[in-house]
C-alpha cells in the first residue's frame, strides 16, 4: 500500500511492537518500516487535549520532517477508580513523582476493590499531500496487585487484558499485539484503507 | 453513506456551501445533511497551530456532542507578499482592527505588485466510535485591487481565482464551489471513503 512508512518514535522497542502490529493484521500495508530514530532531535511538545490531537501532533512533525507517510500514537491507561487518570497524562504522572509507572499506580490502588481499567490508543496515519487518518483502539482489562512480567513498557507489568490472566509484560509480544488497543486501533486503520 | 451527518458551523450561509459541495462530489454521502447551530453553544477554543488541528477541535467537539459523523472545517488564505500571512489568523486578523476582511487586505497590499494567494482549507470528518479523517485542499489565485461582487463571505471579495477573472463573490456558487479549496479537500475525503 505504501512503499515506504515510518514510524515516528525513537523508542526501538515500540518500532519492533509497531511492526508486529502492522505484519500481523495487513500484509502488504507497507513495503518497508522505517526507524528513524535521529528526526526525534525534533521536538514534539504533546500539548494536545486528548490522544487524537497528540497523535496528530506528532505524526504532522515527522511527516513533514521525512517527506514520507508516517504514523505516530498516542496512548493511556484510563483508571476507573481514579475517574480515568492518568489518562493522557500516563507517561507524565509517574515519572514526575520519580516512580516507574507500575510502582506508581500500585500505591495510588492501594487497598482499592475496584481495579477496571481500560488502555486507549490513538493512532495517526499521516500521507504528506494526500491525508491524515485518525482511529482510537481499546483494551479493556484490570489493574493486578503485584507487578509481574518483563515484556513491554509503562503499565504494561500491572495491567491484566480481560480473558488471559497474564500482565501485559507476561504476555507474548505476539499474543500482546494481537489484542491491544494498538492494535485495535491499527485494524480499524488498515480496514478503513483496503 | 453516512444516513446523517452534521456539519460543524453555527453560520448558515457555510453550511448551504458544504451542502451544495457535498452534494456536487459525491451524490450518496450523506442522507441527511445537519444543520444544528445550538451545539455552538459549545465554545471550541481553535488553539491549534494548523489548519488541521483547528479542525479537528471542531469535528470532535461536535460529534462528541451530537453523537452523530460531523465535518468541520478551518480554512485561511496566504498571501505571498505578506509571506503566508494571515494564515491560520485569517479570521482573527481583520476582525481585530475593526475591519472587514477585504478592507484590511486591500490596505496591507497597497502598491504591492507580487498579488499572488492561496486559500488553504482542511476538512476534518469526524465518525465517533470509527475513525477520524483530515484533508487539505488548494484554491491558487491573486488578490484584486478593489473588492468585487457581493456571494460568499470573508476575503471572497478580493480573490480572484486563476483561470475565472472573477472573484470568488463574484462567481455563482455553483463555480466556486467546484474550484474552492474546500470543495477540493472534500473531494479528497470522498475519494478515500469510496
Redesign the interface.
Known amino acids: 500500500m505504501f512503499p515506504e512508512l515510518v514510524i515516528a518514535t525513537s523508542n526501538e522497542g515500540k518500532y519492533k511492537e509497531f511492526c508486529e502490529i502492522i505484519h500481523a493484521s495487513c500484509e502488504n500495508f507497507a513495503d518497508r518500516i522505517i526507524f528513524a530514530p535521529e528526526i526525534s532531535r525534533l521536538i514534539v511538545e504533546e500539548s ?1 487535549h ?1 490522544y ?2 497528540n497523535s ?2 506528532k505524526a ?1 512533525a515527522w511527516s513533514q520532517k521525512s517527506g514520507l507517510p508516517c504514523i505516530a500514537d498516542d496512548s493511556g491507561l484510563e483508571v476507573d477508580a481514579l475517574d480515568g487518570a492518568p489518562g493522557i497524562f500516563s507517561a507524565r504522572t509517574a515519572r514526575e513523582k520519580g516512580l516507574s509507572e507500575s510502582e506508581w499506580l500500585l500505591s495510588r490502588l492501594d487497598g482499592v476493590e475496584n481495579r477496571k481499567a481500560r488502555f486507549t490508543a490513538a493512532l495517526c496515519l499521516c500521507v504528506p499531500e ?6 482510537e483502539g481499546y483494551c479493556y482489562g484490570k489493574i493486578s496487585t503485584i507487578a509481574r512480567g518483563s515484556n513491554g513498557f509503562g503499565y504494561d507489568p500491572v495491567f491484566l487484558p480481560d480473558g488471559y490472566g497474564k500482565t501485559f509484560a507476561e504476555l507474548p509480544g505476539t499474543v500482546k499485539n494481537n489484542i491491544s488497543h494498538r492494535a485495535d486501533a491499527f485494524r ?2 488498515s480496514l ?1 484503507l483496503k
Chains 1, 2 share one sequence.
Open positions: 494536545g486528548s487524537a490531537e496528530l501532533l504532522r494526500k491525508f491524515t487518518l485518525i482511529t480499524k486503520i478503513l
